[in-house]
Each structure stands twice: as C-alpha cells, then as structure tokens.
C-alpha cells in the first residue's frame, strides 16, 4: 500500500506511538533504521507492520524481510510522509512496528551461573541504550529496571543500544521485589556507590551475581546502601569521584566477564 498523505490513519496512529504515554498504553512500539529492524526480526521480536521509502531505502524490501512478507502489514511512504513520520534523521528510509516481549523474573530462577545489571531510576534513554549494547557485547543476562523512569522501547533507547535493545531482555520490578528473589534464588548482589566497603577488582564475579547502579545525579538510594559490606567503587586515581552511569556499567560487567572466562 503506498502512502502519500500525512493525515493517512495509519500515519497518525504511528506518530502516535513516539508519545510516551499512548507508547506505554499499547503492546507495540516502533523501531528504525535498516541495523535495528533487521535486529528485532533476527532476534525472534514479532514484526507487525514495515514502513519503507523507496526513494531513501534502495534495496528489495521482501528480501529485508526474510520471508515474512505475508503475516507483516507492507507500506510504501512517499519521502515527505517519511520524514514527517521518522523520529530521527538519516533512518535509511525503513522503521517497523514490533510487539513488544514483557519478562518476568522467574524467566531467569533457573540460571545456574547468571549475570544481572540493575539500574534504579534510571533518567537518561540513552544511557539505558549504552548499558543494553554493553550488556550484549559482555553477555548479561538481563538488564533490570527499578524505580524507572525511562520506557524501554523510547526510539532512544533503541537507537542507542544499536538494536541490542533486541537481544538483552529487560525486567521491570520494583525493590522489594527484586530483594527478595535475589535472596530466594541465592543471588549475591553489590551496589556502586561511595564510599565503599569493597574494590571492584577484589570481588568474586564468577557465580549468580547481580550489579546495581544508580542514577549519575542522585546516586543510589538508601534501600541499597543498608549493607556496606555489600557496596564496591570502581579504582579511580584522578580529581573526578564517579562516571557515567554507562561507564561504569561497562567497566563493571567487563570484569565480571574477564573472571568468568578466566
């Protein structure tokens, strides 16, 4: 179907999806650009409807598709629509709505040996984007949310995580709740925070361990901070006393890496 006006219904009931509040309302969300479409097919993410402009997307677009041309809703933009409907530029001319995938963390009691980043309140959607790109290059198990105040599937966070917002499967649960299966599922934990009781380099990594971070502004709260021996800092020997949120998740899961392949 080709598509050549902007009040098209369809149009309008996209551009509704980059609002926060119809976005979180519905079960889809909207992803762009040639790299991240192409992850959330691979990845297993239900492709619901494609949205392409033949003018900026030069390739066979059934070929893009991968065989999944008959259960996907198929529309042609003219450019204008495109760019009026894209949430960001140079998006090679391809955005696609998928389902969204909700977890819980009984998804995850089982895992013998498993990794966990958990952000509280996290702000930013693009550090939730870097954490996630991270997390896949290092292997996390999943990434989990509390307190949040960032969605998820913002085309930000999407965007950021170059489409490993695809493979690293995210959780949201309040505290409480976390606290307790890291108890009822013997999952050792360690907060990032100052000052602290422990080096990151002198904690074991190796089993069923989960990171907490807060935010760069606030820090975390004190329902993490109760047990000092359980807090770690990242080594630094400058005149700054924190990182980027990202950063230090980067530099804190690549050590758990580096010891778990050692």
């Known amino acids: 179907m080709y598509i050549s006006s902007v009040h098209n219904k369809k149009v309008l009931q996209l551009r509704k ?35 392409y402009c033949s003018e900026i997307f030069k390739s066979d677009i059934s070929l893009f598709l991968k065989g999944k041309n008959e259960s996907v809703e198929l529309y042609e933009l ?60 290092a292997g996390v198990t999943a990434v989990i949310l509390t307190e949040s105040k960032v969605d998820q599937y913002h085309p930000n966070v999407i965007r950021s995580s170059i489409g490993a917002a695809f493979t690293v499967p995210v959780v949201v649960r309040g505290n409480e709740e976390l606290l307790s299966w890291f108890n009822h599922n013997a999952i050792e934990y360690y907060a990032a925070a100052l000052p602290a009781y422990n080096n990151l380099y002198n904690i074991d990594l190796t089993g069923k361990i989960a990171l907490i971070f807060g935010t760069e502004s ?45």
């Open 218 to 262: 606030q820090g975390l709260s004190s329902f993490w901070l109760k047990t000092k021996k359980k807090i770690f800092t990242i080594p630094m020997t400058g005149i700054v006393d924190s990182l980027n949120v990202s950063v230090s998740v980067a530099v804190t899961i690549y050590e758990a890496a580096r010891q778990r392949m050692g």
């Open 78 to 137: 003219d450019k204008k629509v495109y760019e009026k409907v894209a949430y960001r530029d140079n998006t090679e001319g391809v955005l696609a709505v998928f389902k969204k995938k909700i977890y819980s963390l009984e998804d995850f009691s089982s895992a013998d040996e498993g990794l966990y980043v958990v952000l509280e309140s996290v702000e930013k959607p693009g550090n939730l984007g870097a954490v996630l790109r991270t997390a896949d290059a």
């Open 17 to 51: 999806l980059y609002k926060s509040r119809e976005r979180k309302a519905s079960d889809v969300f909207i992803a762009e650009g040639v790299k991240e479409v192409s992850r959330g097919i691979n990845s297993g993410f239900e492709i619901v409807s494609l949205y």
